[in-house]
C-alpha cells in the first residue's frame, strides 16, 4: 500500500514567502541602518524619512519575497523609492581620472573597513551619492546599479571614480 506524501510546513507554498510581520522584524532589527542608507541615499533629513516610510509602507503592503530575502528586499525598495524621489541623473564629467587611480579606485571600493566623513558622502551630487552607496556601500554590481538608475555601466564607473575621488579629497584637507 502507498502512502500519501506528507507535506511539511516549510514546504508549503505560503510559508517560503515572507509575510507582513517578517517584513516588521526586519524593519525592527534594522530601523537605524535603513533610516541611514535613506539618509545617504536622499542627502537630507525630510527626504530620508518621506523614503523610507514609503518604504515600510510598500515592504508591509504584502510584496512577494522570500522570506529568506526580506532584508535585501527592504533595501531594495528603500533604494527604489529614492530613485523616484530624487530621479539622480549622471551629469557630464570633466576631465576624465588617471588611468593611474583607477586600479587604486577598485582597491578602495573592496576595502570594507573604509570610513568616510558622513558630511563629505552627503555632499557628494544626488547621482555620484546614489552610485557610492548603491556599488560600493550595498555592494550592488555595477550593471544592477545602471538598470536601477537607468543610466550605463561606464556612468556608473565614472561616478563611483568621482566619488572616490572626491571622498579623498576631503578626506586629506580634513586631516591636515
Excluded at 522570500?66 to 564629467?93: D, M, Q, V, Y
Excluded at 587604486?104 to 552627503?122: K, P, T, V
Aim: charged share 25%.
Amino acid at each position: 500500500m502507498s502512502s500519501l506524501p506528507t507535506m511539511r510546513p516549510e514546504d508549503d507554498e505560503t510559508n517560503r514567502y515572507a509575510t507582513v510581520e517578517d517584513f516588521e522584524r526586519v524593519l525592527r532589527e534594522n530601523m537605524g541602518g535603513l533610516y541611514v542608507l535613506s539618509l545617504l541615499l536622499t542627502g537630507n533629513r525630510r527626504e530620508a524619512k518621506q523614503c523610507f516610510v514609503g518604504g515600510l509602507e510598500t515592504c508591509v503592503r504584502a510584496n512577494p519575497a522570500f522570506r529568506e530575502w526580506a532584508h535585501s528586499w527592504t533595501k531594495r525598495i528603500i533604494i527604489g523609492n529614492a530613485i523616484r524621489e530624487l530621479k539622480p541623473r549622471p551629469t557630464p564629467a570633466g576631465p576624465s581620472l588617471p588611468d593611474a587611480v583607477s586600479p587604486c579606485i577598485e582597491q578602495l571600493s573592496g576595502d570594507r573597513d573604509m570610513h568616510f566623513r558622513f558630511q563629505a558622502l552627503l555632499a557628494l551630487e544626488d547621482f555620484v551619492r546614489f552610485v557610492f552607496a548603491m556599488s560600493v556601500l550595498e555592494h550592488y554590481p555595477v550593471h544592477d546599479c545602471a538598470l536601477l538608475l537607468g543610466c550605463t555601466d561606464r556612468e556608473v564607473c565614472e561616478a563611483r571614480a568621482r566619488a572616490f575621488a572626491r571622498l579623498a579629497e576631503s578626506s586629506s584637507r580634513n586631516s591636515v
